[in-house]
């Protein structure tokens, strides 16, 4: 199995600043096909996840260009450019190139 | 509206049986592949299951093997856990998504709250 690995797993912010989040997975991500398949959640308090990042750095519709992803092989990162207080929550990492099972990172809290 | 709605989240004795059903609307559900995805209180995203389109193709974490089963109904546009032999550990919020990696439309429900204990 993928293992993914965040950190750091508790992100304390300044609303206004960058903040960054590492991911790491055991083997590389990139697939046969030319894809890299590692997604980023978003989880606020007391709602269910949604995906923020598919292939590493394409943004879903809807999420604002502050979040960005980038990375290659084992090593990636989100980025939040400026950190809005609708922020807070956590955020988990997911392989999609090697399953089953289909792997996510442990967490990271953000929070102000 | 795009959507999944799951339920039939319960408290229950171990050893005992429950159904989830997650619905969906406002999407082609049959042309993708669907997973359930539990959290634990306080606990990350732990991938349970999956699902092809039409249903032949079934994967489970090692956890639940031989203890859930998962399928689908195209038709009425459903999705079910079955879950057999219920233990503490499986305690959870129980999540119906799409997962999807490689394209631009993902989905998640809203989850269902599942409790294991006597």
């Known amino acids: 199995d993928i293992v993914m690995t965040q950190s750091p797993l508790s992100l304390p912010v300044t609303l206004g600043q960058p903040a960054s989040i590492s991911c790491r997975s055991s083997?590389?991500?990139?697939?046969?096909?030319?894809?890299?398949?590692l997604s980023w959640y978003q989880q606020r308090p007391g709602q269910s996840p949604r995906r923020l990042i598919y292939k590493v750095s394409n943004r879903d519709s809807g999420v604002p260009d502050r979040f960005s992803g980038s990375g290659s092989g084992t090593d990636f990162t989100l980025k939040i450019s400026r950190v809005e207080a609708e922020d807070v929550g956590i955020y988990y990492c997911m392989q999609g190139k090697q399953w089953p099972p289909w792997t996510f990172g442990q967490g990271t809290k953000v929070e102000i | 509206e795009v959507q999944l709605v799951e339920s039939g989240g319960d408290l229950v004795q171990p050893g005992g049986s429950l159904r989830l059903s997650c619905a969906a609307s406002?999407?082609?559900?049959?042309?993708?592949?669907m997973h359930w995805v539990r959290q634990a209180p306080g606990k990350g995203l732990v991938w349970v299951s999956h699902i092809n389109t039409d249903g032949s193709i079934t994967n489970y974490a090692d956890s639940v093997k031989g203890r859930f089963t998962i399928s689908r109904d195209n038709a009425k546009n459903m999705l079910y856990l079955q879950m057999n032999s219920l233990r503490a550990e499986d305690t959870a919020v129980y999540y119906c998504a799409s997962l999807v990696t490689r394209g631009p439309f993902d989905i998640w429900g809203q989850g269902t709250m599942v409790t294991v204990s006597s």
């Open positions: 083997q590389s991500l990139a697939y046969s096909d030319g894809n890299t398949y």
């Open positions: 406002g999407f082609t559900f049959s042309s993708l592949w």
